[in-house]
């Protein structure tokens, strides 16, 4: 068995994404957008309204994620992803208007597995409970919209060798 | 984790600063025993991933200490008790300041804005989910312990990815052992992975529906390694814990033989009709301290 890292870059593009494969370990570097909970609510509201994603978040990444405030001249103490079933709800309908990847924990449903092989999408992990580690790979962080959400606010983020392994492949299968 | 603490008095102002030294702890701190707990996962561990996960965590958990960075960006809700018990001097019941639970809400205004730590709770869960922005109010307990001599607090920091993978069952009494035992392993199988694990698992079981959820919060707060008292539910432990974690499902979810780190079961009486169960998970960051409160006034 050949254990390699790959590196991905982000945004990234649905020829490369089609070559991950579920389990493998990737690097993330570049952006990537947090949104959780209540910004799901939003995002789907003005996509509705709008019939596309707002925020040119079209061929992006969405980390569902709600950091710590900046410490340490970092640009969060801590931040680490939140349970990605909560957001399944929503994740459909934004792999379908443009979403390229989401990041986040745990076991997502039969849709949207579906949704990433529809989409070619991908839906990637991270460890949970290592933020402060994790931290260490945001490099900047830029508020986009939503500051009255607190730590639910969109932010895009640019990461550097974030650590992520590749939980639902482009065919719809998951680790 | 229980620690011997001494304080002046047993008044709002010194309870208030033993939670503003217990949260600013184990915000950035891991529960020691959760700390040494993973360096065996990690001896023990064969697969090459979850060898990496779980060096990321304790990695981590070096890095916040150090740092005093929060070990984990959901820094919880806060629970804290104070069980109160007879006086050592004139053995009557000792007396909660009345004002406890205001000192400790300004204790936590505080906390979270010199800390930095993440403002997560929300003024109403249905009517008005605008956030509080100081992480108050806090659920703070006051437990009367006839039994017990002298005072203990208890704070705990509650991450809500675990909290929702919780759940509380009424079972039928004439099911017994075998249906709890299932009713944890179908749970915990099908929750784990987004309860952020290894796992520290608290099984509550008897009081009513409203009681039993706090009994299996208490039953997490068990040191790892330190025996069950009874020996039936020792062996029920060791039962679930092996049935866990030949799952599969890993640290971080991604694969391996370290699920959970402990299952600690809480028993207590109940009606004859009922068979009350919670299981509370506690993900890798479950932080908690218990102290022991000493002083003249005990």
């Known amino acids: 068995m050949t254990v390699s890292v790959i590196q991905l870059a982000l945004p990234t593009s649905k ?121 260490r790979h945001v490099v900047s962080s830029e508020l986009v919209a939503w500051p009255d959400l607190g730590s639910e606010a969109l932010y895009r983020l640019k990461l550097q060798d974030f650590p992520a392994w590749v939980a639902i492949d482009t065919t719809g299968r998951q680790l | 984790m229980e620690e011997t603490l001494h304080i002046p008095a047993l008044d709002s102002a010194n309870l208030a600063q033993v939670v503003a030294q217990a949260l600013t702890r184990i915000s950035s701190e891991m529960r020691p025993d959760v700390l040494a707990a993973l360096q065996v996962a990690l001896e023990k561990e064969s697969q090459p991933r979850a060898r990496q996960v779980l060096g990321m965590l304790i990695e981590n958990a070096e890095l916040a200490a150090a740092k005093r960075l929060p070990l984990c960006q959901d820094t919880g809700s806060v629970w804290v008790l104070l069980e109160l018990g007879r006086s050592v001097n004139s053995g009557r019941p000792l007396a909660a300041p009345s004002d406890l639970f205001s000192q400790v809400d300004s204790t936590i205004r505080w906390v979270w804005r010199e800390h930095r730590l993440r403002a997560s709770l929300l003024e109403d869960a249905l009517l008005d989910r605008t956030n509080s922005r100081d992480n108050t109010p ?158 003249e006034w005990m």
């Not at chain 1, 924990?105 to 839906?123: D, F, T």
């Not at chain 2, 437990?143 to 509650?158: D, F, N």
């Not at chain 2, 796992?199 to 009081?207: A, D, K, M, P």
Request: neutral net charge; glycine residues 12%; aromatic residues 4%.
């Open chain 2, 138 to 295: 806090a659920f703070t307990e006051i437990s009367l312990k006839p039994e017990m001599l002298g005072a203990r607090l208890t704070v705990m920091l509650k991450g809500g990815g675990s909290d929702n993978a919780s759940m509380l069952a009424m079972l039928t009494p004439g099911e017994g052992w075998l249906a709890i035992h299932q009713l944890v392993i179908n749970h915990v199988l099908s929750k784990a992975a987004n309860a952020c694990p290894p796992l520290v698992i608290g099984v509550g079981v008897g009081t009513t529906f409203d009681k039993v959820a706090g009994l299996a919060k208490q039953a997490m707060l068990r040191p790892i390694g330190a025996a069950n008292p009874d020996a039936r539910l020792a062996q029920m432990e060791q039962t679930l814990m092996a049935e866990i974690n030949s799952s599969g499902i890993g640290p971080g979810g991604l694969g391996g033989e370290t699920t959970a780190l402990a299952v600690s079961i809480k028993t207590a009486p109940c009606h004859i009709a009922s068979l009350p169960v919670a299981i509370c998970l506690g993900c890798v960051a479950t932080r908690a301290v218990s102290f022991q409160l000493t002083g």
């Open chain 1, 15 to 135: 020829q490369i994404l089609t070559t991950l494969e579920v389990g493998q370990e990737l690097r993330l570097s570049g952006d990537i957008y947090t949104m959780r909970d209540a910004g799901h609510i939003r995002c789907l509201d003005l996509l509705e309204q709008a019939g596309q994603l707002p925020f040119n978040l079209a061929g992006q990444a969405l980390f569902y994620a709600g950091p710590t405030p900046a410490l340490a001249s970092q640009p969060f103490g801590a931040i680490g992803p939140t349970t990605a079933a909560r957001m399944d709800v929503a994740a459909v309908r934004l792999y379908r208007a443009g979403i390229q990847a989401t990041l986040g924990k745990g076991r997502r449903s039969a849709a949207v597995e579906q949704a990433c092989r529809e989409c070619l999408s991908v839906y990637l992990v991270t460890v949970g409970g290592a933020a402060a580690l994790l931290a």
